[in-house]
């Protein structure tokens, strides 16, 4: 009995190992299997990346060849590693910390050992790798820019890492990805498909030719080419006239909410990261912590809106009732809370109106009607959280949902927020006035300004702000094409643009009007602090201007923020004029305004913390003002925010 039982066992195992081998040679077919045969080399073929076109066609990014040295560490048999090193100008430590890497990786599978040979380095080497087993050269392309502008929105490409290869199975250890702007929002419409060729191997390791002959190869599928929205010419005037300046400019075409400009400053030319150097450079550029050129100040950088944001409270006091169009308000130089000064303002005339409030950007007159819309409601958190979602409403305070990796929400306060601060049922409007003038708790990026007086030119509804506009066979998503419209009511539009366009004419932009060109806008100046030496320490104000073009119609909307700038009018008023003229008209008459902006430069505003020069604001040096910014629910700002 127990010998049957022994060979019913035998017989058992027998018969299953028989039909796993007959499964895996008769049925099972698929061509993965073929990637765990170690008799089985396998060969990538990149395909040619997608090129990138701007608005009107003009090519941006192409490719040009690369030849990258590939290794198969358990390949590789001795050789003249100082003849080899001297080929690929490494050196000894390079080779043998290089070669470590491949084989922790994979002794089985090809990784690169050396990228991106120039086609000099390349042809010498092409002649001696019969000398050198287990190295192969594998030819891919890189990107090749046809211009020097707009790295912050095209972006670059490098090298995979770990987590990008767990993520997707598709790349292996040194394929390229792209790694910021456009080349990493659309890497998957860019890259292509990679080609793959399955060599047979004899029992001595060397390749006898194609696997089944070439039964399963693949061919590769190159990637598709794009336009994106961005105007090249328009973007290069941009980044010329923040030469010398830091901050972000972004325009949008209302009408589908396409992104025709979006300028960093500083920035770099892309071609920087583009081969061997990619590395130094890139080092270069995220170690500067200064000039921070690899941030993106029109996406990422939240900054104080300043006056621009006047114009929502405007809008919300008209939608909530509690303000019209005719009523009018004095102003003392400033807002008084009993017999207290809670906020500055410049000279003008007064009282003023909703109208004059908005062209001479009295602050007087919107804390009065921002008071109006919080004390409307029995409970402060209630009426904070209303006016919140209408602010909220024009893409403030929240991510756009734009197609470009990287950004920052900005900050609208709502009731929970001020609970948090202050405690439940424990403060009021006089606690947070500085939301009437775009200061202290609010904050904004550059790209929700755009897009908030992109929503004010089309009288109540935006588009999400996007940089793609066509992809090769393929059409864009519908989020881009759909509306999103705010919580105000369309006829309460009308007044604000004709206080915005009166900014213009007899406002504090009147010396900044185009011939030709009907412009409304909002000049600003936000307060700009920072600690030195742990002290909190005011800086040179902010300069911020928003505006759309024509005032019907508009076929641009922009924001400007300048850093350190002064006031809205000096860097960034003069900058959104010219913007606005030369994309309406390709051409510039205003050469004065050019001329200025081209020989300003606020390198020594940026130096000065540094430096240890005093700064001086409204005729004050800087420790006069530390104590006036301790309070922040009275006394956060006091500047004309003009």
């Known amino acids: 009995m127990r010998k049957l039982l022994l060979l019913l066992t035998v017989i058992s195992v027998g018969l299953l190992f028989i039909a796993r081998l007959f499964y895996l040679q008769v049925y099972n077919k698929e061509a993965y299997s073929l990637y765990e045969d170690n008799a089985i080399r396998k060969e990538y073929h990149y395909p040619k990346r997608g090129y990138v076109y ?15 040295v590939m290794v198969i560490p358990r390949e590789v048999e001795p050789l003249d590693t100082l003849e080899f090193c001297n080929l690929l100008k490494i050196t000894k430590e390079d080779f043998k910390r ?86 990493l929002s659309y890497e998957k419409v860019l890259r292509g498909v990679k080609g793959i060729k399955f060599i047979q191997k004899d029992r001595f390791n060397k390749n006898i030719g194609p696997y089944k002959e070439g039964k399963f190869d693949t061919l590769p599928q190159p990637g598709k080419d ?63 912590t200064i000039a921070k050129p ?26 909530e009732g509690v303000a019209n169009t005719n009523d009018k308000v004095s ?9 207290r000064k809670l906020t500055g303002c410049h000279h003008h005339k007064s009282p003023v109106d909703m109208n004059s409030g908005i062209s001479q950007s009295c602050n007087a007159y919107f804390v009065n009607i921002y008071r109006r819309i919080i004390d409307k409601y029995d409970d402060a958190g209630d009426a904070m959280n209303k006016w919140a979602s209408h602010a909220k409403s024009f893409g403030l305070g929240n991510f756009l949902g734009y197609d470009l990796q990287i950004g920052r929400p900005g900050r609208i306060p709502d009731g929970d927020y001020y609970d948090r601060s202050y405690g439940d049922n424990r403060w009021g409007s006089t606690y947070n006035v ?108 902010h300069s911020i201007f ?25 860097f960034a008023g003069r900058m959104a004029s010219l913007m606005i003229e030369k994309y309406i008209k390709r051409e510039i008459t205003r050469t004065d305004m050019e001329d200025w902006i081209l020989t300003h430069s606020l390198e020594n505003e940026y130096a000065k913390p540094y430096s240890g020069e005093p ?16 309070a922040p629910q009275d006394d956060s700002f006091n500047n004309s925010n003009q």
């Open 546 to 570: 928003v505006a759309f073009a024509p005032k019907d119609n508009p076929k641009i909307a922009i924001a400007v923020f300048v850093e350190n700038g002064y006031w809205g009018s000096r």
């Open 615 to 630: 700064f001086k604001i409204n005729g004050e040096t800087t420790l006069q003002l530390v104590e006036k910014v301790k």
């Open 331 to 339: 102003c003392r130089m400033g807002y008084y809370y009993r017999n």
């Open 54 to 68: 701007d608005r009107n066609g003009k090519l941006l990014v192409a490719n040009q060849p690369s030849y990258d």
């Open 434 to 541: 500085s939301n009437a003038i775009g200061q202290g708790e609010v904050e904004a990026t550059p790209i929700q300004l755009a897009n908030m007086v992109a929503a004010i030119g089309n009288r109540g509804y935006y588009y999400t702000p996007h940089i793609i506009k066509s992809i090769e066979g393929d059409t864009i998503p519908s989020k881009y094409t759909t509306p999103k419209y705010t919580t105000i009511d369309k006829q309460h539009f009308e007044p604000i643009i004709e206080g915005m366009f009166d900014v213009y004419n007899d406002g504090t932009a009147s010396t900044l009007r185009i011939p030709g060109i009907d412009i409304c806008g909002k000049t600003g100046t936000a307060e700009n602090f920072v600690k030195i030496d742990s002290v909190k320490t005011q800086l040179t104000d």
């Open 226 to 288: 794009i336009k994106i929205t961005i105007d090249s010419e328009l973007q290069q005037y941009g980044e010329l006239l923040m030469t010398n300046k830091r901050g972000g400019i972004v325009a949008i075409d209302p009408s589908n909410g396409e992104i025709l400009a979006l300028v960093s400053a500083p920035s770099y030319n892309p071609n920087i990261l583009v081969g061997r150097g990619r590395s130094k450079n890139f080092t270069r550029l995220f170690r500067d």
């Open 98 to 183: 290089i070669y470590e890497k491949a084989y922790r990786y994979s002794p089985r599978l090809s990784s690169v050992f050396v990228p991106q040979l120039s086609k000099k380095d390349y042809a010498v080497l092409q002649e001696k790798m019969r000398k050198f087993d287990g190295f192969y050269i594998q030819k891919r392309s890189l990107r090749d820019y046809q211009t020097t502008i707009g790295a912050n929105v095209l972006g670059d490409i490098g090298e995979v890492n770990r987590r990008n290869i767990e993520k997707d199975q598709y790349y292996k250890m040194g394929d390229l990805i792209g790694k910021q702007g456009v080349e």
């Open 294 to 319: 690899l941030f993106d100040r029109g996406l990422q950088a939240q900054y104080p809106p300043g006056s621009p944001f006047k114009v929502i409270n405007a809008l919300i006091a008209l939608q």
